[in-house]
């Protein structure tokens, strides 16, 4: 803190010295404040943009700032953010919870197009489970979900820090908030199975909702679906079933829903 201070106060002094910028932009990036850092950066290109060496600063940064967990978790959502509100538009609940579980690396999913292209990189490619439910449905097998650990299913965010119910339901929007409520659990690199929650909100109200595109939803299935919803009692849903599920093989289509638990099991629709 006290070199960013000095280098800060070069800038100061001397704002068309580049040395200075070069010297306030290795202080950041060291702090990690990495955004801070590619702007000082970028300043000081503007500064002399003969040298080539201030790109050479900004893609060094920019690479170090595509691996944060933050980051990682925008280009997450954006790369599936078509098919994250459509399927909870289709739900049809303002106050549901869409969850979707990624079968695949959540830095390999969560990795930036422009890296992957430059590198030669094709993107990532993983199995992902859909399913939408109520939010007291949702909360309950949360809670289940927490005291005993389910294979697949995630207890701690993507920062290892425990999942806990107060906080979560604080957290949730109210209905007609216009907000969707989505909950990603993603393999974050202790293993396979070993998952991390991503929750958010996304903006999806009427100003929204427009523009999203028109899908074709698979057809009813044709024999008992009790195989497919006795799985997801043991991975992921003891207390309720998903109103709604699907699925989707990354690179590809989404397939929601493939089971519509009112139509194809209404027997097993939770109260």
């Known amino acids: 803190e006290t070199a960013l201070a000095d280098a800060r106060r070069c800038v100061e002094l001397a704002p068309q010295w580049p040395k ?3 010297r306030e932009g290795t202080c950041l990036r060291q702090l990690d404040r990495l955004a801070e850092a590619t702007a000082a950066f970028r300043a000081g290109r503007a500064l002399e943009p003969e040298n080539k060496d201030w790109d050479k600063e900004i893609d060094k940064t ?15 959502l954006f790369s599936m953010l078509p098919e994250l509100l459509w399927a909870w538009a289709r739900g049809g609940d ?6 979707v579980q990624a079968n695949g690396e959540f830095k390999e999913l969560g990795a930036a197009k422009w890296r992957l292209v430059r ?32 294979d697949g299913v995630a207890v701690v965010d993507l920062e290892g ?19 969707a409520t989505i909950h990603i659990d993603v ?23 427009p523009f999203l595109a028109t899908r074709k939803e698979p057809e009813r299935p044709k024999g008992t679906v009790e195989n497919v919803l ?8 003891p207390k309720a079933l998903p109103r709604l599920l699907g699925f989707q093989a990354l690179p590809g289509d989404l397939n929601f829903p493939v089971i519509d638990l009112e139509r194809d099991a209404p027997e097993a629709k939770s109260g």
């Open 94 to 99: 303002a106050a549901g919870v869409l969850q």
């Open 161 to 179: 820090k425990p999942l806990k119910i107060p906080e979560i339901g604080a957290f949730l929007p109210e209905e007609g908030a216009g907000h």
């Open 20 to 22: 200075g910028r070069f």
């Open 187 to 209: 393999q974050n690199g202790a293993g396979a199975g070993k998952m991390a929650t991503l929750l958010c909100k996304l903006p999806c109200d009427d100003l929204v909702r």
């Open 62 to 76: 920019e690479q170090l700032r595509s691996t944060t967990p933050s980051v990682q978790a925008r280009q997450l």
């Open 230 to 237: 006795s799985l997801q009692r043991s991975s992921g849903f």
């Open 119 to 150: 590198e030669g990189k094709t993107p990532a490619k993983a199995n992902l489970r859909y399913a939408f439910m109520g939010r007291k449905d949702y909360l309950a097998n949360l809670a289940a979900n927490l005291q005993k650990p389910a």
